[in-house]
């Protein structure tokens, strides 16, 4: 069972239109982070959402929480060649006995020239 | 500020081997978490160190895989007669002393584990 249940897993799109990539959960997360990895490299963090219905905004990148932190969502304005990569979501909840952090499955994005 | 460091970056080992993936946090950093991840895929979460302590294993096969974070040293992650299902990307990030709510992390860039 994913905990974290990111989507669309994979998409193609044209330089120049929007998207958005969603981050869904039933649990309550005590932050949410969002990371881009590129072929080859380790995921490289974004952002760090913390409040309830929280919007951060990255150049042409959009972050909100959602008002329950169960989940968030990551639009990108006017996409460029450079957002290709795999976007990773991970909520940050108290475990057993420490802060984990529960990861989607991630959304490979593609931007053609 | 040097960021976290993995070497190698490519391990190349046949069935049965050893394979040895090291691990150096970021400096003043003392939580290492290691990850699994295969190609089109997102990270899988295998263990979570303190140095000298395992604080979380949940995410690591029983079998063959063991890893540590000694006092002086990078942080070891170890994978006994290899079989090919382990080939994978195999990725190290490290975060502040104190892991609070934000538990953010920083990652190095990934030791690729091919198994013959």
């Known amino acids: 069972t994913q905990l974290l249940e990111q989507s669309p897993q994979f998409l193609s799109i044209q330089e120049g239109e929007n998207l958005t990539v969603y981050c869904n959960s039933s649990?309550?997360?005590?932050?949410l982070q969002w990371y881009r990895q590129e072929p080859g490299e380790g995921p490289v963090l974004l952002v760090t959402?913390?409040?309830g219905g929280e919007v951060k905004k990255l150049k042409r990148l959009t972050f909100q929480f959602g008002d329950a932190r169960k989940d968030s969502s990551l639009h990108i304005t006017a996409a460029q060649p450079g957002d290709t990569g795999l976007y990773l979501c991970?909520?940050?909840?108290?475990?057993?006995?420490?802060?984990?952090?529960?990861w989607g499955a991630g959304t490979k994005l593609i931007i053609k020239p | 500020n040097a960021g976290v460091m993995q070497n190698p970056r490519h391990l190349v080992r046949r069935r049965g081997q050893e394979a040895r993936l090291r691990c150096s946090p970021m400096?003043?950093?003392?939580?290492v978490y290691w990850y699994r991840q295969l190609p089109e895929e997102g990270l899988k979460f295998m263990v979570y160190?303190?140095?000298?302590?395992?604080?979380?294993e949940s995410g690591m096969p029983k079998e063959r895989f063991s890893a540590e974070f000694p006092k002086e040293g990078p942080s070891i992650l170890r994978i006994q007669q290899v079989v090919r299902g382990d080939s994978a990307a195999y990725f190290c990030?490290?975060?502040?002393?104190?892991?609070?709510?934000?538990?953010?992390?920083?990652f190095g860039p990934g030791t690729r584990l091919t198994v013959l």
């Open positions: 400096k003043g950093h003392s939580h």
């Open positions: 160190l303190q140095k000298e302590n395992i604080i979380d």
């Open positions: 959402v913390v409040t």
């Open positions: 990030a490290s975060s502040p002393t104190v892991a609070g709510a934000h538990n953010e992390q920083f």
């Open positions: 649990s309550v997360f005590s932050s």
């Open positions: 991970a909520g940050a909840r108290w475990g057993d006995s420490n802060y984990q952090l529960i």
